[in-house]
């Protein structure tokens, strides 16, 4: 596997592992603040990384922001419900799952050992009902599951557009820059300018388009269906923050059955990464 594409993957799944951590620290009270000040924070970061690779305004990238700004006001939703220990491998393994099949059905993208790489989206997906069942499910939880699970699939589709048309890195700004419109409104609608919330917010934006920057540099190098998957075992990082640094699950139990299902995810990727 090429290096190079190996450590860019690594890179995003270390930021997408922490991006939500600021906006937990604050408790996701107001989404649309949250989402709002994200979108400034995207839009900073895209501007001196666009120095390098254009300030284009493509269409597949507007489109690609609008999806991922529709599947991060999902997230965050989730992780107001259920937590982020919990939304993060739910959000993980139905991305894996999507752009995984997008780069198999429409891509057209081989495996070398096409059976490993089922074996491996089954481990994914088995290690899913560990996460969901951690607990006791209530009307408020089973609804934070489906929405993460809805999110998953929305944000395994955003770099699509980009993908098909070759604009992964020239649609970079122009993706950032849909964020940023879109997001801006929603912050004007909150009518609540938090300063703390807004820090929280603009921090989380870079972060996530730090590890857009690495997934995109992946992309180019050793396509979707192995770079994606990699970049997703943020889980692992996230979830290491909803239980050690939230304390979202206090049980050992229900700690242990999270971990569980969290590595059989994260190994479900690692296998599908050499498939």
């Known amino acids: 596997m090429n ?3 190996l450590i860019s993957s690594i890179g995003s799944a270390i930021c997408w592992g922490t991006f939500f951590v600021p906006v937990k620290k604050v408790k996701v009270a107001d989404i649309c603040q949250l989402q709002g000040s994200t979108g400034i924070g995207a839009l900073l970061f895209a501007i001196p990384i666009s120095f390098f690779w ?7 990238g507007l489109i690609g922001g609008a999806i991922w700004t529709a599947g991060n006001i999902l997230a965050l939703y989730s992780v107001r419900l259920i937590g982020l220990s919990k939304t993060s491998p739910l959000l993980a393994g139905f991305s894996i799952l999507v ?8 891509f057209g993208e081989k495996f070398n050992h096409m059976p490993l790489a089922i074996g491996a989206i089954g481990l994914l997906l088995a290690g899913l009902p560990f996460v969901t069942g951690a607990t006791k499910t209530s009307a408020v939880q089973k609804r934070g599951y489906v929405i993460a699970i809805i999110s998953g699939i929305v944000g395994g589709s955003y770099v699509i557009p980009m993908q098909m048309t070759h604009t992964l890195q020239s649609g970079f700004f122009s993706s950032s820059l849909s964020i940023f419109a879109i997001s801006i409104p929603l912050l004007f609608i909150s009518r609540k300018w938090i300063r703390k919330d807004i820090i929280a917010g603009i921090a989380s934006g870079s972060l996530f388009n ?3 920057l690495f997934v995109l540099i992946a992309i180019t190098s050793v396509g979707i269906t192995v770079a994606y998957p990699i970049s997703q075992t943020a889980t692992l990082f996230a979830v290491s923050w909803g239980i050690l640094y939230f304390k979202e699950i206090a049980n050992k139990q229900n700690i242990f059955r999270v971990i569980t299902g969290s590595v059989m995810i994260l190994s479900g990727a690692a296998l599908l990464s050499i498939a």
């Open 210 to 212: 730090a590890g857009s």
């Open 3 to 5: 290096s190079s594409g």
């Open 54 to 60: 254009g300030f284009e305004i493509l269409p597949s």
């Open 99 to 106: 752009s995984f099949l997008w780069g198999i059905l429409f």
